[in-house]
């Protein structure tokens, strides 16, 4: 697939960047092979060939979630630096 040039200026555009001459006739050089290559790609046979997600089988490998104790107010508030009316106070981190 042959890419002209406005094709690359496009390109360039959509992703935002700002080329020089000679990059927009380096990356076009190189967008133009990776297109070979994929285009080389749709050109093999696969029919009957199943498609793969994984090269594994993927299982779940979470543990299973099961309720357990936690903490009572009282040991929530022993290890807080600072406990009020039932609520721990922390630092603020965001600048109004």
């Excluded at 094709?7 to 927009?24: F, G, K």
């Excluded at 046979?45 to 199943?50: I, N």
């Amino acid at each position: 697939m042959a890419l002209t040039r406005r094709d690359v200026e496009a390109v360039a555009h959509l992703a935002r960047l700002s080329l020089t001459e000679a990059e927009l006739e380096r990356y076009g050089a190189q967008l133009e092979a990776i297109l070979g290559y994929v285009e080389s790609l749709n050109r093999l046979p696969l029919e009957g060939v199943e498609p793969t997600t994984h090269l594994s089988p993927a299982t779940d490998r979470a543990r299973p979630d099961r309720p357990a104790p936690g903490l009572t107010q009282a040991e929530v508030e022993a290890l807080a630096p600072e406990f009020r009316a039932g609520s721990v106070r922390v630092p603020k981190i965001l600048e109004e």
